[in-house]
């Protein structure tokens, strides 16, 4: 394998998948990376910003940014956290909610496109040397 067959291969195909999953998820006004806070939110809604940048493996800002654009797009917003004056929970809106259902469609079908030909055994075996590339680099789940 030349030297940077591996970088040039993995970025392109991260740069892709971005790219497909903006399309995908554009359509119904979420931006693509916004859709994992939803997910957290439909699991455990009225979480703060902390609780789901720890669940994320991202920074706090990065979700208070993120939330005040979901904000203005409809699918989210903010209350008083009942005990903390400190804190603020991130809340559904009924657009987030209803959004559920499809949002999980666009993934399933975005994570078929991106399969497409690779047997189940494969499609195992990329996924653990994913999570390989992960832990050698550090990233925690």
């Known amino acids: 394998?030349?030297?940077?067959?591996?970088?040039?291969?993995?970025?392109?195909?991260?740069?892709?998948?971005?790219?497909?999953?903006?399309a995908a998820f554009n359509q119904h006004g979420v931006r693509a990376g916004q859709q994992f806070?939803?997910?957290?939110?439909?699991?455990?809604d009225g979480q703060t910003p902390?609780?789901?940048a720890k669940a994320l493996g991202l920074a706090t800002p990065t979700v208070t940014r993120t939330a005040t654009r979901m904000e203005t797009a409809g699918l989210l917003h903010r209350e008083a956290h009942p005990s903390d004056?400190?804190?603020?929970?991130?809340?559904?809106?009924?657009?987030g909610r209803r959004l559920e259902k499809t949002l999980e469609q666009e993934r399933?079908?975005?994570?078929?496109?991106?399969l497409r030909g690779l047997t189940d055994d494969e499609r195992e075996q990329l996924v653990?040397?994913?999570?390989?590339?992960?832990?050698?680099l550090g990233e925690r789940k």
């Open 1 to 22: 394998m030349q030297r940077d067959e591996f970088q040039t291969a993995f970025w392109s195909t991260k740069r892709a998948m971005a790219e497909a999953a903006e």
């Open 37 to 44: 806070i939803l997910e957290r939110l439909w699991e455990t």
């Open 50 to 52: 902390g609780e789901l």
């Open 85 to 95: 004056a400190r804190l603020v929970r991130l809340c559904l809106t009924d657009r």
């Open 108 to 114: 399933r079908r975005l994570t078929e496109r991106a």
């Open 128 to 136: 653990q040397l994913l999570e390989t590339i992960r832990t050698n």
